[in-house]
Structures are given as C-alpha cells and as structure tokens.
C-alpha cells in the first residue's frame, strides 16, 4: 500500500543492537545452529511496518550458511489487511505453487517486535520505479515485463486458496458481488474519514455504482493480490524477479489486479498504461497465453476507475494518520494533497 | 501589516536552502524527507499566490449550480462556507441529479466543468505537472 520507495535509513543506535541480539537468538533456536547477524539496516517503506534487511551466518555441524534475509515487522501491532501469520501462509502458497514470490522462512515472536513479524529469503535486485523507467541497465526489463507480469498475475490467480488451507482470506459474503462489495466497503472509508467534502469522488461513485459489472449477480471468486502495481515488483536488469507486499491479497475479481497497475499514479511519469512501461493489449494477451481467463477490457477499465478512487481514498488515510496524531510525518502530511491528482484522473476516465 | 521579506519571500528562502544544502548533504531517508519537505514549500508557495481569486472563482462556479449566495467577506468565512456548499453538491450528486443525459443533462455538464475547474485549481498547488500530460 506504500507509496513510498524503499529507502535505506541511516539511523543506528542501540535498539538495533538489541535487534541484532534477539534475531540471533530467534534464529538459532529455529535452525539447530549458532547465528550470526550482520548488516542489520532499515528499509522503510510504510507507515505502519518496518522492513530490515540483514544476512544472517548460521553455524551446524561444522557447516557455515550465510542466509540474505528480509525482516518485516508491524509497528504498532495495528496490521492493515492480512495479518503478518496470514501474509506468511499465503506467500508460502505462492512459493510452493511455483509463483516469483519470496521464499518465506519464519514467523517471527514477541522476541522480534512488539508488534507481527516474519522473515523472508532476501532476493537482490531493484524496486525504485523510476529507476526501471528511466535508466539504461533496465532496458531490457521494460522490454520484458510487461508480458512478465500478465503471466505472472494468472499463475497469481490460479492459486487455488481452498488446497493451501487459505479459506480465512478476506472475501465478500457468498453469493455477493465483489465489485458491489468492494465499492461499498471503500466508500464507507471514505465516508469515515474523509475531512472534506470530494464532488469528483462523488461522481466517481455514481459512476462505479451505476455500471453494469456491479448489477452482476454473484460474479467471479478468486484469489487477487490487491496490489498489483510496479513498486511493488522486485526486478533485476533482465525483467521481474519475485513479486513483493502481500499484504491487501483476498477474495475478488481478479480483473481487480489488471485495472490497479494501470492506474496512472503507477506508471510515474511513463507514458504507457501498464506499470508507464507497457500497453494493455500486450499485457492482456500474455496474461491470456498464461492461462488466465479471457480478458474483457470494459471490465478491466471498471477496475481502473475503481483504482483510482481506492489510491485517493488511501491517500486520505494517509493524511488521517497525521491529521489525528499518529504520526509527524511530512510525507503522511503532504499525500493528501495527492488526492487531487486521482480526482483529475477520474474525471478523465468517466466523463463520457 | 508585516515588513519584508513577505510570506513568499521567506518561504523560497527556504526552499533554496533545502534544494542546494540540505538534500545533497543527506542520505537515505532523511534526504527522502527533505526532498518531500523541498515539494511542500514549493507547494504552499503556489497555493498562496492564487489563493483568494481561485476561491473566489469556486464560489461563482457553485453558484451557478446551486443558485447565487452572496460571498462572504472575510477569508476565513469563505472557506467555511465552501465547504459547506461543496457537501450541498456532493450530496445532489449522491443523490442521481448528475447522473444523466436523458434527465437533466445541462446540469451534469455544468457540474463536471465545474469540478474540473476546481480540481485544476488543486493540482495547479500540488503538483502543476500532473496537468502536462493531458492533451
């Protein structure tokens, strides 16, 4: 859900020693040896959890491992969608069926941090989206991805929840539509939290409510990854490496996860619909020839108004975090003013 | 009345001092929370310069989807009062009067004009290049 890239931050100090003691104490009771921590550094990418990353040197039986890790860890316990177990078990499933996803190796104690945690196989490899757009070592990876990341998001689809024992996922009420479900659900936020009133988000909502895609009865059910967007692809100079932040995934239409990457506050600045990097008909058709199911544009651009609402929403919140107390952060305080950018492009998207 | 340097004067000071010292000097996330802090003062430079007209052009816009109110006189009362007429709109248009052609559709091109005049306003504040890429 962050907005933010992935920044290295310089802050050190004891607290993190404490960290570097308790992981090692974590870790060498998980695998039978004796753990070493080193490089412990902070990534931060949200408001509401932390990512480290560090290597771990595990010592048994006369063998030495060294072990890249990536630690996540809630900040206040106040997990936003899935819980950090529940991030954890899905991702294991993705890992096991074969998805780019990170290899997930342990939940994480009380010992970790105060609030959820879990610890993954560090992938190396590049995040920040204007690097991918803009600089010459990614040619190749805007070449390829596109049709990279339509694959990828029809094996993500095909993650069968039930077999995975995966059955407490977020997931609207049987038998309901979850494009109803999920306009409701984000226009009650909104409605809660919204300090003013957004005549463009309005007409939004007219539109969305009004369209046929919500009149369907039932609708299609499965697993969507809720985040689908560049910034949250792991990539490397050749194309995709692993797909990151799990966090949203439920229950829904997963033409849901085709419309939010082609939401223009993810294409930063680039010019093409998909991720700034790629066009729709190349991105449909790759998902297509991966198995998923056949692809109806109208759909897809139901989707994309919807995720453009959901992103402003979002950064509502994000300035309710500040606007409550909860944070002093120039960066929570300042997104609100990125709300309007999704307004405009609503606008854009429905005046017809 | 207050002496020089004015409001906008001290505030690009400001801005200089973050764009050409304090980002290169920093790393990490502190330069990240500079560069954002650098795009706040940018942003409330812009939003300062056009104040009073923009509103002023939001109210005479409300009016001609609302019927004429007259404008209030102090700054302050100003904003109140559009907030309160921009839920009067929100709430017409909850409620399906901007839905349609067949309907009265003279009124719903009113609105999306309006609308878009007012969000043109925002970004023209908070991020000007956000409106570049619109053909």
Redesign the interface.
């Given at each position: 859900m962050a907005s933010?890239?992935f920044?290295?931050?310089?802050?050190v100090g004891t607290e993190n020693d404490d960290l570097a003691r308790n992981i090692e104490s974590f870790i060498a009771a998980r695998t039978g040896g004796i753990a070493a921590v080193s490089d412990l550094k902070r990534l931060?990418g949200g408001a509401s959890r932390e990512t480290w990353s560090l290597d771990a040197i595990v010592a048994r039986d006369g063998e030495k491992e060294t072990l890249p890790l990536i630690l996540q860890r809630d900040v206040r316990g106040a997990a936003k969608a899935l819980s950090r177990p529940m991030e954890f078990r899905l991702m294991k499933a993705a890992f096991d069926d074969g998805v780019p996803a990170p290899e997930p190796l342990w939940v994480g104690d009380e010992t970790i941090g105060k609030g959820e945690s879990f610890f993954v196989r560090r992938v190396d490899g590049e995040t920040l989206p204007r690097r991918l757009l803009r600089e010459d070592i990614y040619a190749e990876a805007r070449r390829a991805l596109p049709a990279q990341l339509g694959a990828l998001l029809a094996q993500i689809h095909r993650i069968d929840p039930a077999t995975h024992g995966l059955d407490t996922l977020p997931a609207p009420p049987a038998g309901e539509n979850p494009a109803k479900f999920e306009v409701q659900r984000y226009e009650q936020i909104f409605r809660a939290i919204a300090p003013?009133?957004?005549?463009?988000f309005?007409?939004a909502?007219?539109w969305l409510n009004?369209h046929p895609v919500v009149a369907e009865e039932g609708g299609p059910r499965l697993l969507t990854h809720g985040d689908f967007r560049i910034g949250n692809v792991l990539f490397g100079p050749e194309g995709l490496r692993v797909m990151l932040d799990w966090e949203l995934a439920h229950i829904g239409d997963p033409m849901e996860d085709m419309g939010f990457i082609c939401v223009r506050s993810w294409r930063f600045g680039g010019?093409k619909p998909v991720g700034g990097i790629g066009d729709r008909e190349e991105f449909f058709a790759a998902y297509e020839a991966a198995g998923g199911e056949n692809v109806d544009p109208e759909r897809v651009r139901f989707w994309e108004v919807f995720g453009n609402l959901r992103w402003g929403i979002i950064c509502i919140s994000q300035a309710r975090t500040y606007l409550d107390g909860h944070s002093n952060?120039?960066?929570l305080?300042?997104i609100g003013?990125?709300t309007?950018?999704t307004?405009?492009e609503l606008?854009?998207l429905i005046?017809k | 009345m207050h002496d020089r340097p004015t409001v906008d004067e001290l505030l690009r000071a400001v801005e200089v001092l973050f764009d050409e010292q304090l980002v290169p000097g920093l790393?990490?996330?502190?330069?990240?929370?500079a560069r954002?802090?650098a795009?706040?003062i940018r942003?409330v430079r812009r939003e300062l310069q056009h104040e009073e007209p923009r509103l002023a052009q939001e109210w005479a816009g409300l009016d001609m989807l609302l019927g004429p109110a007259e404008l209030p006189g102090s700054l302050a009362a100003l904003k109140v009062a559009l907030?309160d007429r921009?839920?009067e709109?929100?709430e017409r248009?909850?409620n399906?009067d901007?839905?349609a052609p067949d309907g009265d559709g003279e009124w719903r091109k009113l609105?999306?004009a309006h609308?878009?005049n007012?969000?043109?306003a925002?970004?023209e504040?908070?991020?000007p290049k956000?409106?570049d890429?619109?053909a």
């Open positions: 933010a890239p920044v290295e931050s310089d802050s931060t003013e009133p957004h005549p463009a309005e007409l909502f007219r009004r010019a952060s120039v960066e305080a300042s003013r990125r309007s950018e307004e405009w606008l854009n005046e | 790393t990490g996330s502190r330069q990240y929370n954002v802090a795009n706040v942003t907030a921009n839920a709109l929100s248009i909850r399906g901007a839905d609105v999306f609308v878009r007012t969000v043109h925002k970004l504040a908070a991020n956000w409106l890429a619109d």
